[in-house]
């Protein structure tokens, strides 16, 4: 998880936000990021690279 948290504040300039989702009963599921980029490969590129 550190791996992680370093990744988001290295890229805090373009992932403007992020938090885990869950399912009706508090089970973690997946996560959501806004991101603020130039093109749509650009934050595609930043889904691809994350250690987590």
């Not at 992932?15 to 959501?32: F, M, V």
């Amino acid at each position: 998880m550190a791996r992680h948290l370093d990744f988001l504040g290295a890229h805090a300039e373009s992932i403007q936000a992020a938090g885990p989702l869950t399912d009706p009963e508090a089970n973690g599921r997946d996560g959501l990021w806004i991101v603020e980029a130039d093109t749509a490969e650009e934050a595609d590129r930043l889904v691809h690279v994350v250690p987590f």
